[in-house]
């Protein structure tokens, strides 16, 4: 059949709608049986439907609602019609402007494909971390549910990058946005929440598992488990607000050598703002008399810095604990660091003292946080039932006596009304 012939062919069955949904269902069933079979069931047929019928199987369906096309049948009719030259697969491929192929065949092609490509992965990739984990991340890839071969193709490419330039493998930190540039050109590309979020999220997973790091779950902080996995490649999730303010403390950084920064600022008598950037090069941190205080508010923080009879180490965690607050806590354990922490007498204060005294695996002590600090610190400012609710979650009993007078007398303690004697007091 010329292509003429062809062109007429499929502007007949172009011209009534009957044959699209035939044609269809022949489509589907060729996918499935790898040929021109089975049967197509037409329901709810129009009168312009019926008559393109009738006009190409030269057999009545007046009246019929509904009618079944059986492959055996069409190839029969067509054979009799005036394209007897056209085969039944070639006017699908016609049709519809596209080769006609079954599953089983497309799922073999697909599997030749993905072999030519793995082969010239493994070759782009030789001599690179990724090279060895490459079952691991066809796992990760697979695991993303992806069903078209050229996303397949695109993840593992970008899994390779991605595994490959961590940044904690040059001893260096980037920030989210910086490393998604990087890897993609788009600061936005793992976002949390997107599927390339979720697919970086996979990666570090995978990688951490290889290199048998395990960062510490902890039920108490659960939120900061997954900014603790980034932190461990390498990658800053929360940038800005990320920070501890530090006073009278030395670090020794990963390389063995003292961060001159801490020095000078210990030399000045100076408090810092450390940011979590800088944290991530330390692995230890020594403070005065090997005791750290820990203070919730800012402005308490300023008054002991600003002590001259005495000199400590001191810290503040500025209200709800942050990453940078809890890598801070590790380091400080590590270095086996006594830790003295006072906070707000309120329930919301009372809760973050008791949640980091169960986080520190060091040696812990609540400071100024007593009943006669209690008293010392209250304020007018009523507590709200549901904040009295609240309590019920403090389990510390050395907590208890503070709770009992708080529901009492239903009013809060603030820091800034305590006036902190001298620290060795404790």
């Known amino acids: 059949m010329n292509r003429q012939q062809e062109h007429s062919c499929i502007a007949y069955f172009k011209s009534n709608p009957v044959w699209n949904r035939v044609f269809r269902g022949f489509w ?5 049986y790898g040929t021109f079979s089975g049967k197509v069931v037409l329901q709810k047929l129009t009168a312009e439907e019926v008559e393109g019928l009738e006009g190409f199987f030269a057999k009545s369906f007046h009246g019929k609602k509904s009618a079944t096309v059986s492959a055996e049948r069409f190839a029969q009719a067509l054979m009799n019609s005036r394209f007897s030259d056209m085969e039944p697969e070639h006017l699908l491929e016609l049709y519809f402007q596209e080769t006609l192929i079954g599953k089983k065949e497309e799922r073999q092609l697909e599997e030749h494909k993905k072999d030519v490509f793995l082969e010239q992965w493994k070759k782009t990739y030789q001599g690179t971390p990724i090279e060895k984990a490459l079952t691991q991340l066809l796992d990760v890839v697979q695991a993303s549910h992806t069903k078209n071969i050229d996303e397949w193709e695109q993840l593992l490419c970008l899994g390779a990058e991605i595994y490959n330039f961590f940044p904690y493998r040059k001893n260096k ?8 540039t990087e890897i993609t050109g788009n600061p936005h590309a793992f976002d949390q929440g997107s599927s390339l979020g979720t697919f970086l999220y996979q990666v570090i997973q995978m990688e951490l598992l290889r290199r048998k790091v395990f960062p510490q779950k902890s039920d108490i902080f659960p939120a900061f488990f997954r ?6 490649e390498g990658i800053l999730i929360d940038d800005i607000s990320n920070y501890v303010m530090l006073s009278h403390v030395k670090a020794q950084k990963k390389d063995g050598t003292f961060h001159a ?7 000045e008598d100076d408090m810092v703002q450390v940011p979590l950037a800088v944290l991530s090069q330390w692995n230890r941190m020594f403070c005065i008399d090997n005791e750290m205080y820990i203070v919730e508010n800012p402005s308490v923080f300023a008054g002991l810095c600003a002590r001259s009879d005495e000199s400590v180490s001191c810290m503040c965690m500025n209200g709800q604990p942050r990453l940078a ?3 801070t806590l ?3 354990a590590a270095s086996g660091t006594v830790v003295y922490y006072a906070g707000d007498l309120d329930p919301e204060g ?3 003292a008791q949640k980091i005294s169960k986080y520190y695996a060091g040696e812990f002590h609540y400071w100024h946080m007593a009943l006669e600090d209690y008293e010392k610190s209250k304020s007018n400012e009523i507590i709200s039932e549901k904040r009295i609710k609240s309590l019920e979650r403090i389990t510390d009993v ?5 709770i009992e007078k708080m529901r009492i007398d239903r009013l809060a303690g603030y820091q800034e009304k305590i006036e902190y004697e001298s620290c060795c007091q404790n």
């Open 28 to 32: 589907e069933k060729y996918r499935s």
């Open 173 to 180: 930190t980037r920030y989210l946005a910086v490393f998604a």
């Open 227 to 232: 900014q603790k996995c980034f932190f461990a």
């Open 261 to 267: 920064g801490m020095e000078g600022f210990w030399q």
């Open 325 to 327: 607050g809890l890598v």
């Open 330 to 332: 590790d380091l400080l």
């Open 350 to 352: 009372l809760l973050i």
């Open 398 to 402: 050395e907590l208890f006596p503070v």
